[in-house]
């Protein structure tokens, strides 16, 4: 059975820091790895997607990807209340089209 | 651009009973994936459809069974609901040939059975 490991949190940092993230996999053949953020009571919304080892960078979200660790991790710069929200970690299984999910960290952003 | 809907929003019913839920897919999408979450986890996949065949499928029993319709659109049926069954039913859909396979989400049915 493929996983896929998040710290569940809270996750409780104050405003203007940055928000470190992290998820581990299992399946070493995996290509495809996404990060959703997920509001309370809301459905999940894709905020970064990262294929290639190395970081990957969108306005404040900076994605991060070790194959070779099967670690991926996504940095949220100049943390905002609004960005108070359960992220969570999907791996593509490798041979398949299958999103495979972690449990999610909450992350507080405290003003 | 239209997104991703789902109908209905909320959805109770009794233990036993049979549920249809809807989902139509974003413009350009061909491809539609079901997801099922639970209270405090994340979405577990159930199955995705792609030129209206079962194109994988999850740990879920054949009691969850699903469509996919030539427009894209797609239903998800759940038989003799149980009550885990309980849980926020997600719709994703994605194109499947492209570069990447990033998947949108739907905004969701919470089915609730008592």
């Known amino acids: 059975q493929k996983e896929v490991e998040q710290n569940s949190g809270p996750l409780s940092v104050p405003e203007g820091a940055i928000a470190s993230l992290n998820c581990t996999y299992s399946?070493?053949?995996?290509?495809?790895f996404f990060w959703y953020r997920q509001y309370s009571g809301k459905s999940p919304e894709l905020i970064m997607s990262i294929y290639s080892n190395g970081d990957k960078e969108d306005g404040r979200f900076t994605a991060q990807l070790n194959k070779a660790s099967q670690y991926v991790s996504l940095l949220i710069r100049d943390s905002q209340p609004s960005d108070s929200a359960t992220y969570l970690c999907?791996?593509?299984?490798?041979?398949?089209?299958?999103?495979?999910f972690g449990t999610g960290t909450r992350l507080k952003v405290l003003a | 651009e239209t997104g991703v809907t789902q109908s209905p929003t909320h959805l109770i019913k009794t233990r036993g009973q049979q549920v249809t839920l809807r989902c139509s897919s974003q413009s350009g999408h061909n491809t539609v994936s079901w997801y099922q979450q639970a209270l405090g986890q994340g979405p577990q996949f159930i199955f995705q459809y792609y030129r209206e065949e079962e194109n994988g499928r999850g740990n879920f029993p054949p009691r969850f069974s699903g469509l996919q319709f030539p427009n894209y659109s797609s239903e998800l049926n759940v038989n003799a609901l149980e009550l885990d069954d309980s849980a926020l039913y997600l719709c994703?859909?994605?194109?499947?040939?492209?570069?990447?396979?990033?998947?949108?989400f739907g905004p969701g049915t919470r089915l609730t059975v008592l």
């Open positions: 994703a859909s994605s194109y499947s040939g492209g570069l990447n396979n990033e998947q949108f």
């Open positions: 399946d070493r053949g995996s290509q495809s």
């Open positions: 999907a791996v593509v299984e490798s041979g398949t089209y299958k999103y495979i």
